[in-house]
């Protein structure tokens, strides 16, 4: 048996294979219980293969808060947008 490193189910390794519903991430093979799972770890393997190194779980956290810092910039810089439309609006409104 083999453990689906997405959603933790437990699986048969060759009823897997036989679906297709395996990967191969640094010579280490895993297998899924769903082409879901498959897709979910082939998009960032490093974050769920039991393989990955503290360097890639370091590097994997760095990202997140990069793109957590993103998304706040691009929220910040929406608002002052749909502060700028509003007074737009009302500036059209006014018939200026
Ligand atoms: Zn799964």
């Known amino acids: 048996m083999?453990?689906?490193p997405v959603c933790h189910v437990q699986i048969d390794e060759h009823e897997a294979s036989s679906r297709g519903l395996s990967s191969t991430y640094q010579g280490h093979t895993a297998y899924f219980c769903?082409?879901?799972c498959k897709e979910h770890f082939e998009q960032s393997p490093q974050?769920?293969?039991g393989v990955a190194t503290a360097e890639d779980r370091g590097a994997a956290r760095e990202l997140l808060e990069m793109q957590r810092d993103?998304?706040?910039?691009l929220e910040r810089r929406l608002s002052a947008l749909e502060a700028r439309?509003?007074?737009l609006e009302e500036a059209h409104a006014?018939?200026?």
Request: aromatic share 6%.
């Open 2 to 4: 083999a453990r689906d």
């Open 34 to 36: 769903s082409s879901t």
């Open 47 to 49: 974050l769920y293969a």
């Open 70 to 73: 993103r998304i706040e910039r």
């Open 85 to 87: 439309i509003e007074e």
């Open 94 to 96: 006014g018939g200026i």
